[in-house]
Each structure stands twice: as C-alpha cells, then as structure tokens.
C-alpha cells in the first residue's frame, strides 16, 4: 500500500501525486479523498479522474483522515492492492428510480463480490432506499463500508468520483471479491426512552408521538440544558450532542442525527425515518465515544490481520461534538493496530456499514472501521 | 422484567405492524413488509413460499444468492397439518453460522427467517402474532391482482366489441351504399318513367315496382336506424314543428291501406296541441307511422285508432301522450316481454304471415327512449294491442309552417353544373334531372376526370360522388379547393353525392370542405332544394 497525504491546497501537486501513484500501479486500485475546503474547480477535478486508467473511487469530503491526523485541507491519495471494480449509481435525488433494477442492471450477477466500498453524496434525498437495495440485492453474506460525501455547509455539489468522472446525488461503490472485515460502534447512551416516530417524509421527522417533533424534542431536552433556551436558531449547537437513536431489536441503536428545525417545527435528519420507528434521545459522553471507537478496533484486530489498511469512516459530527478529543478516537483505533497498519480514511456525512450480521444500515453519529 | 418484556414486545408489534398490508400492490406490499420485519428484527434473510412452488419464493429479501433448503422447506409445510411447536412456528434449524426459522401463513404459505443469532422468547411471541396480519395482507393483495385480472380481461373484452361495432357499422354502411346504388337508379327512373306516357297495365305495374322499392328501401332503412341506435351514434335533430301538420298527414297516409282492408283508422289530436314545440319531427313521425302501420298490419276486421292528448300544460312545456290501438291479432302473454327486443316477432308464423324484419318495434322503442320517454304495451290474444308512450315537449314559436311540404322549382336555366358520378345508372338519372330543369352540366367518371374539367371551366355548383374509381370524391375535393386558393376563381358549392348514411358521414363529409350532402337515392325534391340553397348562396 502506497499513499500520498498531503494537508496544503494544491491542486497541482494533487495532480502529480495521483499520476504517479496511478503509474506505479499494476495492480490494484485507487482511493481518493478530497477536503471539501479545497474548493477546486469540479470540471477540472473531472478531466483529472475520467484520465485514470487505474480503477478509482473516492469522494470530497468535510475532513479526511491519515495517521491520528484529521485535516480540513488537502488530499490524501491510497494506492491498494485490493482489486475493485468501480460502479457509479446516479439519481440519487430522483423519487422515481427504482434502485432495485439500477443496481441490478449495473452490476453483472455473475461477478463475485463479498465486500462493497459504497461512497454516496451524503445530501441526497434517498440515501437509505438505495441503501435498502443494496441490502435487498445482496444481503448480509456481502460486506459493506462507506460514508457520504459533501460539505458541511449542507449545500449539494458533485462530491462523489470514479474512473468516469464526478457526479453529485451519485453513489460510487467498489466491488471486490474479497472480504473484508468491518466494526461498527457508537457509544451514545439513552436519556430519554419510549417514543415513536409518526409522522415522517423521508428524512423530515414531522411528529413523534403524534405531536410536533420540535416540541416534543424541546421538552425532552429541556432539563439537560441548565436553563439554556433551545431555539430554531441554535439548534444544531444543542442538537448534535442529542442525537436520536431509532431502537433496534438487540438494545443498540441506529443513530440518526437532527441538523436542522424548519418552520413548522419539524426535524431535518441526515438520513431517511419511517413512521412506526421506535425511538429514544441519546446523549453522548466523549470517554464513551472515544471508548466505543476502542472496543470496535480491538474486535477488528482480535483475528491476526495480516492488512496493512485501516480503513475509517468517522463521523464529522463525532469530530465536531469532541473537538480537540476527535484524536483522542483516532488514537484509540490507532492503539489496537500496529505499526505495520495505516489508517486512512475521511470524516463523513453518514456511515455505511454491516458487517454480515444483520441489516444493512445509514448510520449518522458513528465509528466504522474495515480492514483492506 | 415483565414489564420490560412487554414494552418490547408492544414496541416492536406497533413498529412492524404499522408496515404490513400498506399496499394492495403485492410486489410493493411485500417489500415493505420483509424489509421492515428484517431491519426490525435485525435479520440477513426472509422470504415467503407458497404450498405449490416450493422453487421460486413469491417475494425474498436478498434477491441474489440466497437458496433455502428445499429439504426444510418441505419439512416446514409437512409441519403446517401437524402438532406445532409454537402456534405459528414450523421449524427452527440451527446452520453453520445463523438460524432458519420457517412460521406459518395460514392460507398463503409459510414465511422463512434467516438470523445470525437465534430469536428469544418475546421476538418469537411477536412474529406469531404477526403472521396472521402478513399472511391477510398477502391474500388481500392476491384478490386485489384477481379483480384487476378481472378487469383487464373485461376491457379486453369491451375493446374487442368495440371493434366489433366497428366492423359491422362499416359492413353495414358498405352493404347499404352496394344496396342504394343500384336502388337509387330504379327510385330515381320510376320518377322519371311516371312523368312519360303510360298505359294503366304500365302504370300498375309502375305501382307495383314502386311498393316494392319503397319497401326495399324502408329494410335498408329500419337496418341502418336500428345500427346506428344500438351503437349510441344516432342523434335527435330537434327543431320547432307543430304536432298536428306533421302527424296528421304521416297518419293519413295509412288511411288507404286500411281502407283495403276494411278496416277503419280513426284519429284523434287534441285541438289544444295547435302548439309549436322542440322535437325531432321525423323521429317522431317515424315511430307513429309504425306503431299505426304495425296495427294495421297485424288487425284483419275491426278498427285502428290514434290518440294524440294533451296531457298537462304549463308556461313552457306540454305533456303529451301518444295512443295506438287496434282490434288485431294480439300479443301473446310469453311474447310480450320480448315484443320490443331486436327481430322479434310474437311469434315464428306471424312473420312468415304478415312479413317484415321485426327491427320495426326495436327501433321504435329506442326512439321513444331517445325522446325521453318509455314505450308500453298491453295486449290481448285475439282482442288487440294498445301502445303508449307519453312525451314532455318544450314549447317554440314555429318559424315557417307547411315548409316542409310545398316546394317550387326556382329557375335554373343556363346554370352549369359539374357531375362526378362513376355509376352509368347514376349518371343517366342526374343526367334526366337536371335536363327537366334546363341545366347544362358536364359528367366525369371519376374524381381525376372531374378535376380536369373544374380546372378547364367554371361551374355554378359540383355533385361529387365520394366513391369512385381513379380518384375518390373527397381527394378531388381536395384538390379542387388547392386549386380555388392558388387561384382568383371564388368558391364553388361542392355537394357530396353518397349512397353512405351513417350517421356522422354528412358531418364527416363537411368537415372535409363539403358544402353539403345528398344522399342516394337521389329525389328530386332534395336535389333541387340543394341546387337553390346553394346556388342562392354562391351569388
């Protein structure tokens, strides 16, 4: 394995970088990871990809991860030795794709895959019905890992890339007949149990308990905030420490994650809710998420892991909610691997992630880890 | 920890509950049911077999690479007659690396569950209680694709009558222009031939040519009427008319038939109906003149009689109730209930006896449904019938009485008229016409002669033939109104001259540039009302 980090805005070095690396491959495949805050040109960075004949996949992301470092700027190229064969689905923000026969039309059914890099525009509408076809397709018997891409400023552009280019409301997924091991973990904690969602539209929680969401999440909130008001104004301050955790039936928790409140007092989610989720109000404490993140890595590296990859799709919102301990997690994957292994990655817009034993989930607000 | 249980379990059912049987749409139905049941439940598979294919799933979460085990499955629906683990639960089996579980569906099959880690007690305890809900929505969805099967084959079924009614209106309008074309020749030459020297043996049998004709002409009729009331394309033509003017005579007529046969045919019209009102006169007259040619027909001593009364009055309207009773042979009481469907007559022999299509009552009675209204019938075997119908008639001001009528010949002397007209009969008899009437004209045998001959000169009017060889009327039409534009000559009335009558060929036929329409057989009185309407309106 073979990379190329770099935290300077360079677009030209970027370009260097990534001939070389493409040259010197035989082999294997490309992993690219862009910070958003790079703001280059999407036209430029197209003709750059489309020229790659390596297979490539990679996204622009709000930071990108090398080492225990996470940075806002820059790039970070891995050159792999993992064969892939890149897909790109678009439509991503279109009610009338059937993902279903998309994917099934895209991918050969006689081609073997056990395991999935699936990297989607994390602002699009329908991330969780294509991730729902994806799972209605291939199961639990296929690995997956991945995240969104995009920007913080929650404004859509083309954010996702592969061999044929940059798209926006796309998803690229790397298929690969190997099977790679992933964990996934979160460490928020419950404070408020017991209610249903029921009314929703996609990713727009509308009531729960059948009254308004924002009021009902106001009251809930209320004591934990020492007297501090919760408005539409400050509500992501306040919200990103309360996420809310969709109840699954062994106890843990798909967390979803309220970024916004709009006029009417309802929640904008990342990520898709249906009406009937059982939900409760989480809360999180950085030295159990920092510990969550810990216990995924040393179940990861519990089998002898001859990989030399670490492959991390953390969470923005974990980096923005611990601030200067977001390396504190790095460090604690970092401590379960050993020198021999890199660890790469970004900090995503939602997670993808199952590790084959059980649904196949969009997560916000948590730790995936695999090994390449 | 009972309490714990309970929540759980009321959550979970509440949870997946709310996503069975969303859909009457199996396909949509099932996905969203499997798709929760397994996120909820945290499964890596599930499907539904019904008993018969125990091959193919009816729907199945992944689609790819998944394959139960027919042995268990097979297992699994032996269980569904025997004494049962749990109420729904079939089998349980434990596999290398995850748990296959297979729960009854009552009428549809079973469901199967793949998991990584086996169900506890509650978890189990809710998807028995669920089966029921699925297995309903599965059967609702079934019943659901039945009627709209049922449906589809039924428009299918439709749209095949449809056709089929199109098929035989064209038949029939086809049939009817082989049957007008020849017919119009011999209506058109007894015209003629009465109008010469006869002796009273050429006469009578002129008479009798006649008869027949009228009678030939009257099946054609009552078949093209009846074709266009069953295929809903027939249209009432309402003006203004006076009861008395245009039912009084139509009556009359019967008059010496019934005298033939000694029979007497009394009217009787309210003198109060001296009203205009709005209806189709020859619709109307059409149904009278049949029930009254119908009684005599069917009464051999005795009496006929018409009874036209006011029935109720008011600013705007009349009700009106109209009578035709005979002595006759009468209904029988196992035909009456028949009397008024398509070629039926009470009985075999009466139509053998007294003739005719038995279209004549059918048409009638549509008519007087078409005029609002419904058409009755008592009867007596060997007393006779009586026929009833009442009709609610808005009050006009009739614009030009007896106009129908009386009608004089304007002078066309020296007018010229072109004639496209492939038929040699046909062309003989314009030909006859119009010499009585000192017209020039010039004949063309087809549209291409005719628009050789439009070009060449101008004409006052052109008879135009729809069919015919070469080039057909409404293509030659065509070319002569090009020709009219690239040109400084105005407007010549072109009038189409067609043995077609269906309904909707005159509308047809002047949507395409016709100024008029005359239909075969060709009367006189038609043409020349034609030649003056439009000779008139040319100038």
Known sequence: MKTSFNEQNDFLSFKQDLAKLADSSESGCLMVFICDDNDWDPDQMSAVFTSIEVPLIGGIFPQIVFGVKHSSTGYLIVQSDLEIQPVVIKGLDDDSVNFESLVDEAIDPELQVASMMVLVDGLSTRISSFVDSLFALFGADVRYIGGGAGSLSFEQSPCVFSNEGLFQGAAVIGLTSSSLPVEVGHGWEPIDKGHFVTRVEKNVVKEIDYKNAFEVYQAILAPYLNGKSFAPENFFEIAQSFPLGIKKIDGDYVVRDPISVNEEGHLICVGEMQEGDHIDILQGKADKLISSSSSIAEKLFRAPQPSAGVFVMDCISRALFLEDQFEAELSAIADQANQEHCIFGALVLGEIANSGSGYLEFYNKTTVISLL | ?539
């Open chain 2, 1 to 539: 920890m009972n309490m714990i249980r309970l929540e759980k379990q009321t959550s979970l059912l509440y949870e997946i509950a709310m996503s069975i049987g969303n859909s009457t749409n199996l396909d949509i139905s099932m996905k969203e049911s499997l798709t929760t049941l397994l996120r909820k439940l945290d499964g890596i598979g599930i499907g539904v077999f019904d008993e018969i294919n125990t091959d193919t799933p009816i729907a199945q979460i992944p689609k790819r690479g998944q394959k139960i085990s027919n042995e268990f499955l097979l297992q699994a629906l032996q269980n569904k007659d025997r004494s049962q683990l749990r109420e729904h639960l079939l089998l349980e089996q434990k596999m290398t690396d995850e748990y296959l579980y297979f729960f009854n569906l009552p009428k549809t099959g079973v469901l199967f569950f793949r998991r990584r880690r086996s169900f506890d007690d509650v978890t189990l305890k809710v998807l028995d209680r669920l089966c029921d809900k699925l297995d309903q929505s599965i059967q609702a969805c079934f019943a659901t694709e039945k009627l709209y099967k049922k449906e589809r084959d039924l428009q299918n079924s439709l749209f095949e009558l449809k056709k089929a009614q199109e098929v035989k209106d064209k038949f029939l309008a086809t049939v009817a222009h082989e049957l007008r074309t020849p017919l119009n020749g011999v209506v058109g030459f007894i015209e003629q031939l009465a109008d010469t020297d006869l002796d009273e043996t050429q006469k009578h049998y002129l008479e009798v040519i006649n008869h027949s004709s009228d009678s030939l002409m009257g099946i054609i009729n009552d078949t093209l009427d009846f074709s266009k009331i069953d295929s809903g394309k027939l249209e009432l033509d309402l003006h203004s008319m006076n009861l008395r003017e245009v039912l009084e005579p139509a009556i009359e007529i019967f008059k010496c038939k019934a005298s033939e046969k000694d029979i007497l045919l009394i009217t009787e019209i309210d003198d109060r109906l001296h009203q205009g009102v709005l209806c189709d006169s020859l619709r109307l007259k059409q149904v009278v003149s049949n029930l009254v040619s119908n009684a005599i027909k069917f009464t051999e001593t005795g009496k006929v009689e018409v009874a036209i009364k006011l029935v109720e009055e008011s600013d705007s309207e009349l009700r009106v109730s109209f009578e035709v009773s005979d002595t006759g042979i009468g209904i029988p009481s196992s035909s009456i209930d028949n009397i008024f469907d398509p070629f039926s007559q009470a009985e075999r022999a009466t139509a053998r006896r007294f003739g005719g299509t038995g279209l004549g009552l059918a048409i009638s009675y549509q008519l007087v449904q078409k005029l609002g209204s419904e058409l009755t019938v008592q009867s007596a075997l060997n007393e006779g019938s009586v026929f009833r119908f009442e009709i609610q008639l808005a009050k006009t001001k009739i614009s030009s009485p007896n106009g129908e009528n009386h009608f004089e010949v304007a002078d066309f002397s020296g007018k010229s008229i072109l004639v496209a007209e492939d038929n040699l009969v046909n062309q003989m008899l314009v030909k006859a016409i119009l010499k009585s009437i000192q017209v020039d004209f010039t004949i063309a045998d087809n549209g291409a002669e005719a628009c050789v001959e439009f070009e060449k000169s101008e004409f006052d009017l052109v008879l135009m033939d729809i069919n015919m060889p070469v080039m057909d009327g409404l293509e030659a039409l065509a070319k002569m109104r090009e020709f009219e534009a690239h040109s400084t000559r105005s407007k010549t009335p072109i009038v189409a001259l067609t043995a077609n009558a269906l309904v909707g060929d005159r509308e047809r036929y002047i949507a395409n540039g016709m100024d008029d329409c005359l239909s075969k057989p060709l009367k006189k009185l038609e043409l020349f009302r034609i030649l003056e309407q439009q000779i008139k309106l040319a100038k």
